[in-house]
């Protein structure tokens, strides 16, 4: 009888202890020239990871760090989006003094003003998002379409009637539900000099839209053309090992002029560039360091 009765109660307390799934999704997008790449991005817990054909992203987003891995070269680089953002103007600083010492007398002038500018200001993704960041009107259309089996609305996103971004959006799945979407859109805006993604607008009306559904399309355009697009290909609910979302055992740190003087040398951070000869199909990765690993590895929704 006793025994019977803990075996109840193993059962009725067993969903409590089960790991919450995640998800992984699977788009295509493609610019104005009609060129088309892939990225598969896996979410769960405090986590996402974007894989694309030469970048792969890390977000832990309890931390608010990055880590960017570079395959091909076996190397990576970690830190804040801040960081991130103050390592690209740094670097900018430094080829500007090299554009200056070699442009013509009739350039110099203005070109020292930017150079002023730059390298005596602070950058903090904050304050500069304050100062840029439009006023967005999101609209709702009578605009439907039928996505993956599904049905999605069409918003359009507009900053003074002049339109940003259209997105079709489903509420039968939420991928982003427990997952902080403004720390999340911080930092995919932070590796954009990287991923070549437009950079996404933030409203609280937006991330309620992210946050209580799934975006199986969008399209971006700039004075009225579209841009760039992309579309859900595929979309699951599922348990992902966490190891997916260490840095490689055999990966080696870099900072980002390191990564950018690779990037000039091979364009390996645009696929589009390199000739199909020269890409490389990218194999599994390496065994994982057991040392490198994010420090809540109880992941918590």
């Given amino acids: 009888m006793f025994r019977s009765y803990i075996l109840v109660l ?4 067993l969903p409590v202890f089960k790991a919450s799934a995640g998800w992984v999704i699977t788009e295509q997008s493609t610019n104005k020239y009609g060129n088309k790449t892939f990225q598969t991005t896996f ?24 880590i960017l891995l570079f395959p091909q070269d076996r190397a990576y680089w970690e830190g804040s989006a801040d960081q991130l953002q103050q ?71 507009k900053t003074d009637s002049i339109l940003l971004e259209k997105i079709w959006v489903t509420n039968k799945i939420k991928p982003y539900l427990n997952i902080p ?5 911080k930092l995919t805006n932070a590796i954009n000099p990287f991923s070549g993604v437009t950079v996404i607008p933030v409203s609280n009306e937006y991330m309620q839209i992210l946050q209580n559904g799934a975006v199986l399309k969008r399209e971006f355009y700039t004075s009225g053309n579209k841009v760039q697009s992309a579309q859900v290909s595929d979309i699951k609910e599922v348990k992902i090992v966490e190891t997916i979302f260490e840095i490689p055992a055999n990966y080696e740190l870099m900072t980002i002029e ?14 589009v560039l390199q000739d199909k000869e020269q890409r490389i199909n990218l194999s599994p990765p390496p065994p994982f360091k057991s040392n490198n690993k994010f420090p809540d590895k109880n992941i918590q929704n």
Avoid at 181 to 185: D, G, P, Q, Y
Wanted: no cysteine; glycine share 2%.
């Fill in 43 to 66: 979410i769960q817990g405090n986590y996402i990871r974007l894989d694309a054909p030469t970048l792969v992203s890390i977000f832990d987003l309890k931390n608010d760090k990055i």
């Fill in 87 to 157: 390592q690209f103007r740094d670097l900018m600083v430094k080829q500007l003094q090299i554009i200056i010492s070699h442009a013509p007398d009739t350039q110099r002038d203005s070109l020292q003003k930017i150079y002023q500018h730059l390298s005596s200001s602070n950058f903090n993704q904050e304050d500069s998002n304050a100062v840029l960041k439009p006023v967005l009107q999101v609209v709702k259309t009578s605009q439907t379409l039928n996505i993956l089996g599904y049905n999605t609305s069409m918003f359009e996103i």
């Fill in 10 to 13: 193993f059962f009725m307390f």
């Fill in 181 to 185: 979407i403004k720390e999340t859109l």
């Fill in 258 to 271: 390191q990564v950018m003087n690779l990037d000039m040398n091979r364009n390996i951070l645009n696929p």
